[in-house]
């Protein structure tokens, strides 16, 4: 399945940037972190 960002907040720009995609899922990015901490996804599905 292919996915797509429908929707973007950036609560605290810079620290963390949060991300809705089209399935319901949620990306969180924090560009501080090294990048293989970076990114944390949370399932619809849960």
Same mark, same amino acid.
């Given at each position: @399945? /292919? /996915?797509?960002?429908? !929707?973007? *907040?950036?609560? +605290?720009? !810079?620290?963390?940037?949060?991300? +809705? /995609?089209?399935? !319901? *899922?949620? &990306?969180?990015?924090?560009? !501080?972190?090294?990048? &293989? *901490?970076?990114? /944390?996804?949370?399932?619809? @599905?849960?």
């Amino acid at each position: @399945m /292919l /996915l797509r960002v429908t !929707g973007a *907040s950036y609560p +605290q720009p !810079g620290v963390r940037h949060e991300y +809705q /995609l089209c399935d !319901g *899922s949620c &990306v969180i990015e924090q560009p !501080g972190f090294p990048a &293989v *901490s970076r990114w /944390l996804f949370y399932n619809n @599905m849960n």
